[in-house]
Structures are given as structure tokens and as C-alpha cells.
């Protein structure tokens, strides 16, 4: 049966993604009240957030994490659970073009390592999230696609070696697709509950000593002698309370903006809408990606499909904004026939909205605000592999700056030109898509 209700309390607002509705609840921790002090102070209980904490809070350092709501509950929450090592809408070429071979190189390595760093975090953890490291397929359509992925693959040879292009014939024994004519394979990809995984990683950080505030939405962010404050407030009874720290860094991922002016206007939002179906039948599970990995490809018009807990399929479709539950489940059914060498009729379980920010170099960005005051910025759709080393990264800077060497560079905040209208161009350009495909097909 189709849930009508997600699908309308998605345009409503509401997230009643699959992730939060399965999950057991997250270990309650109390509100931030009166005042408390760390040498850290992370706003944000995210990959990034609770990666960071959790190396520094091994390290024995004192560190804090205030969070607006629960661990998961923002874009993370709202997201596929794709763990996919790889490049949004550009190539190693292009990155090293537009940030030079010394940060551009940096990103790369640090990108093409993020799903393998990420599942032995997990593993070294023990965290429960139906972590499933079976690897991530981008396929692409076209007479020249193989001779462009392989040209995209040798431009990654100095940072990694772990891509293969598949042909044609391999990526439909690979998937159970039709039409695309290669496909790059990253062995380290694959896929995860977000939400368990943010859960896991709260509770490991705590074990190690740290500390998180729950439903403490930071109101202020000031200068307080050489360090910080950190003003909250409680979503539940108006209370709230204060944080000193020798330093922080913002992990709010699009609520960053919020935090500090400098980083107004810096990333662009873009709206993603996932569906989860009911259980299916042994048949499809079998055709469908039978060797269990992720795919997105690599079109205009995003095809992107994975399985889940108790066979279910999880897809991406761009929800319009006046659509009712029984024409969403009609398209996703087409979309999927004309896209699955074997289909059968689906029926929607879950459906939700979240929202991916990206900027302007489509790479994770780390940018230095003031002494003490660091901020992590827009994972571009790809932050369940890369905020994780982003993470680890960003704690190697903060416990020896001066030993730093070779990962990321601390950039300044970069205002998008044209914001008034960019912020739009992200949900033009996936609408856009679709309703060219549309119109091709009809």
C-alpha cells in the first residue's frame, strides 16, 4: 500500500524518511544547561561533527558536541545511505585545473581513500548499520562513454588505484540495467543506514569521553577572551545554556550560514527526494544489482537505485512540488520499467525530502573563519564518504597545526556570484532533466 502520507508530509515539510522510522531511538541526552567548558566545542551531529569529536575525544581531549535536534536528523537523516567515493559533476583534471596539483592532489587522495577509511571506522567500532562495503557503480550513457570513463579512471591513477570501467555487456550483469554503455566500478563504495550510523558514532564518542547536547540549537556564536562561547537554546522548553571552548568548529552543515556572516550566501541548496518500496519478490532482488552494489550514474536526469534492509529498493525521483502520492508511485513504476531489464510493479513505502548544499568547486570545503573558529562545508550529495575522513582530517589540524602536512588546506569563505538566482539552479537543472527525458521518451 502507498504511504499518501509521506509523500504529502514531504511537501509539508515533514521528514518521515525510512531511516528514522526504522531506527531505535537515539540514547537520550539532555539539553545543554547553564554553562559548560571544553578545549573544543563542535556544533553539529553529523559524519563531520562526530567523526571530528570522536578522534579527539581518543586523543583524551575534552570536547563537546551541541546538536539543534538528535544525531541524524538533518541532511544526513534525509539521505540515500550511498557511500560513493567519487567526484560530483567533474573530473581529477578539473580539480587539479581549478585548485593546483598541491590542495587539488590533497582532495583527491583524501577522496578516493574516504569509503575505505569510513567502513573500518565502522568496523574498528563495532557500529550496527547495515554497512554494506559491496562497492558503487556509475554508469554512463553514450557511444563514447567507455573511452571517456577509462580517460577519468587513468586521470585518477596517481591517487588511487581501485577504479575499473566496466563495458556495456558487464555493467547489465552488474546491475540488471538497460542502456548505459560503461560503467566506472569503485570496489570501496557501498552503502549504510545513516541514522544507525550517527547513532553509533554518538555512543562511541561518549564512551571515549566526550559529551553531546541533544535538541540545543546554538543561538549565538562570540568571542570570549582568546576563545569562544557557544549560546543554546532548548527546542523543548525555551532553557538553554553556554559553552566556552579554546576553539570551534561549525559542522551544521547548510545551518552553518546561520552561525557566522562570513558564511552567508557560500553554498547553494539542492532538494533531493528519496523513495523506499515495500518488500520484493526473491525474482527482482536476484536481477536487480545481484552482487549488492550502489548505483548512480552519471546522467543529466540522476538514475540511482540500492538495496536496503528487508529487500527493499531505494530510488531517487524529483518530487514536484504539487505531486500527490499516486502520481509519484506512477512515475517511479515507469522510471523503473524502462530502466530494469526485469521489473515488477512496485509500491512506495517511504517517501521524503532532504536537502544537499554544494559549492562552487564541488569539493568539501574547510574554511578558517577567525583564530579558534574553523567551519566544514557542503558535501556536494557525497558526504557519507567523505565527511568521515573530512573528520579525521580537520582533528589532525586542530591537535598539531604546525606538524600538518599533507591533507586539506584551510580556505576563506567564497560567496556564490549571483546567489539571488543560483540557489536556484540546482533544483532547475534536476526538474529540468527529468522533464527532458520525458519529453525524449514520449
Known amino acids: 500500500m502507498t504511504d499518501a502520507a509521506g509523500v504529502a508530509s514531504c511537501r509539508a515539510g515533514i521528514d518521515p524518511s525510512y531511516w528514522r522510522a526504522s531506527a531505535v531511538r537515539a540514547a537520550p541526552r539532555p539539553p545543554l544547561?547553564?554553562?559548560?567548558?571544553?578545549?573544543?566545542?563542535?556544533?553539529?551531529?553529523?559524519?563531520?561533527?562526530?567523526?571530528?569529536?570522536?578522534?579527539?575525544?581518543?586523543?583524551?581531549?575534552?570536547?563537546?558536541?551541541?546538536?539543534?535536534?538528535?544525531?541524524?536528523?538533518?541532511?544526513?537523516?534525509?539521505?540515500?545511505?550511498?557511500?560513493?567515493?567519487?567526484?560530483?559533476?567533474?573530473?581529477?583534471a578539473r580539480v587539479l585545473r581549478r585548485l593546483g596539483r598541491d590542495v587539488g592532489g590533497a582532495w583527491l587522495r583524501l577522496i578516493g581513500e574516504s569509503g575505505g577509511h569510513l567502513f573500518d571506522t565502522i568496523r574498528q567500532h563495532g557500529i550496527a548499520c547495515d554497512a554494506r562495503p559491496l562497492g558503487f557503480v556509475a554508469p554512463a550513457r553514450g557511444a563514447g562513454a567507455e573511452r571517456r570513463l577509462a580517460d577519468v579512471v587513468?586521470?585518477?591513477?596517481?591517487?588511487?588505484?581501485?577504479?575499473?570501467?566496466?563495458?556495456?555487456?558487464?555493467?547489465?550483469?552488474?546491475?540488471?540495467?538497460?542502456?548505459?554503455?560503461?560503467?566506472?566500478?569503485?570496489?570501496?563504495?557501498?552503502?549504510?543506514?545513516?541514522?544507525?550510523?550517527?547513532?553509533?558514532?554518538?555512543?562511541?564518542?561518549?564512551?571515549?569521553?566526550?559529551?553531546?547536547?541533544?535538541?540545543?540549537?546554538?543561538?549565538?556564536?562570540?568571542?570570549?577572551?582568546?576563545?569562544?562561547?557557544?549560546?543554546?537554546?532548548?527546542?523543548?522548553?525555551?532553557?538553554?545554556?553556554?559553552?566556552?571552548?579554546?576553539?570551534?568548529?561549525?559542522?551544521?552543515n547548510g545551518g552553518n550560514h546561520r552561525l557566522h556572516p562570513m558564511l552567508r550566501e557560500t553554498v547553494l541548496p539542492m532538494r533531493?527526494?528519496?523513495?523506499?518500496?515495500?518488500?520484493?519478490?526473491?525474482?527482482?532482488?536476484?536481477?536487480?544489482?545481484?552482487?549488492?552494489?550502489?548505483?548512480?550514474?552519471?546522467?543529466?536526469d540522476i538514475f540511482s537505485i540500492r538495496w536496503i534492509a528487508g529487500d527493499r529498493l531505494l530510488t531517487y525521483y524529483p518530487v514536484s512540488a504539487h505531486a500527490t502520492a499516486a502520481s509519484v508511485e506512477a512515475a517511479v513504476n515507469g522510471r523503473l520499467r524502462a530502466m530494469l531489464r526485469h521489473y515488477e510493479p512496485v509500491s512506495i513505502a517511504n517517501s521524503w525530502q532532504g536537502m544537499a548544499w554544494m559549492n562552487s568547486s564541488l569539493l568539501p570545503r574547510v574554511v578558517r573563519l577567525d583564530d579558534g573558529l574553523l567551519a566544514v562545508q557542503a558535501c556536494n550529495g557525497r558526504g557519507i564518504a567523505t565527511n568521515a575522513v573530512v573528520g579525521r582530517e580537520v582533528a589532525r589540524i586542530l591537535l598539531a597545526p604546525d606538524a600538518y602536512r599533507s591533507g586539506i588546506a584551510l580556505e576563506a569563505p567564497r560567496p556564490v556570484r549571483g546567489f539571488a538566482l543560483a540557489r536556484h539552479l540546482p533544483d532547475m537543472l534536476l526538474h529540468g532533466a527529468r522533464a527532458l527525458a520525458r519529453a525524449t521518451r514520449g
Open 272 to 300: 533531493i527526494h528519496e523513495l523506499v518500496t515495500m518488500p520484493l519478490s526473491p525474482a527482482m532482488r536476484a536481477a536487480v544489482l545481484p552482487h549488492g552494489h550502489a548505483l548512480t550514474d552519471l546522467e543529466r
Open 33 to 92: 544547561a547553564g554553562a559548560a567548558e571544553a578545549e573544543f566545542a563542535i556544533v553539529g551531529a553529523g559524519i563531520a561533527g562526530l567523526s571530528l569529536a570522536l578522534r579527539l575525544a581518543a586523543e583524551g581531549r575534552e570536547v563537546v558536541v551541541v546538536e539543534e535536534s538528535v544525531p541524524g536528523a538533518g541532511a544526513l537523516g534525509a539521505s540515500a545511505g550511498i557511500v560513493a567515493p567519487q567526484l560530483v559533476r567533474t573530473t581529477p
Open 154 to 252: 587513468e586521470q585518477w591513477r596517481p591517487f588511487r588505484r581501485d577504479l575499473v570501467v566496466a563495458g556495456a555487456s558487464d555493467v547489465v550483469s552488474l546491475t540488471g540495467t538497460r542502456g548505459y554503455a560503461a560503467a566506472i566500478v569503485d570496489a570501496s563504495g557501498g552503502g549504510v543506514d545513516p541514522v544507525r550510523l550517527a547513532h553509533g558514532l554518538a555512543d562511541r564518542l561518549v564512551a571515549a569521553g566526550g559529551r553531546i547536547f541533544h535538541h540545543s540549537p546554538v543561538t549565538a556564536l562570540n568571542r570570549d577572551g582568546p576563545g569562544w562561547r557557544l549560546t543554546t537554546g532548548s527546542a523543548a522548553d525555551g532553557a538553554g545554556g553556554a559553552v566556552r571552548a579554546a576553539r570551534v568548529v561549525l559542522c551544521a
